[in-house]
């Protein structure tokens, strides 16, 4: 069992910086691919932020290219969401996920079996 605890959210003007963590109970080196997705109200579909493979690999969704950069730091199972430039839009409650296997490098909700609690990221205008 994996469990994840994700850090970092908070409330940001306009073009503003934020870092999330997500923290793994156990070590998932190798093994899983690391999310992160986003809802921004309940009920809404969760959208897929950025995903990266257990060796390094990285993917994005269109609304963040070129704006967020996921990394992963092994020694402290620890997967990072970088935001810069945060616009109004990216507010929503922020979720990092881990699966063993994934249809990369698409980023599909469904096929992730580990959440976490999740994050509030806020940015205003």
């Known amino acids: 069992q994996v469990h994840l605890m994700e850090s970092g959210g908070g409330s940001v003007q306009t073009g503003g910086s934020l870092t999330l963590s997500c923290a793994a109970s156990?070590?998932?080196?190798?093994?899983?691919?690391k999310a992160w997705f986003r809802q921004q109200a309940p009920g809404k579909e969760r959208e897929g932020v950025a995903?990266?493979?257990?060796?390094?690999?990285?993917n994005y969704g269109d609304s963040v290219k070129g704006r967020f950069t996921i990394s992963l730091d092994n020694s402290k199972n620890t997967v990072y969401l970088q935001m810069n430039s945060l616009k109004p839009e990216d507010t929503a409650m922020y979720y990092c996920?881990?699966?063993?296997?994934?249809?990369?490098?698409?980023?599909?909700?469904?096929?992730?079996?580990?959440w976490g609690q999740g994050t509030q990221v806020t940015v205003s205008s």
């Open positions: 156990v070590s998932t080196y190798g093994i899983f691919y």
């Open positions: 995903v990266i493979t257990p060796y390094g690999a990285s």
């Open positions: 996920a881990a699966a063993r296997g994934v249809t990369w490098p698409r980023l599909i909700p469904e096929e992730y079996n580990y």
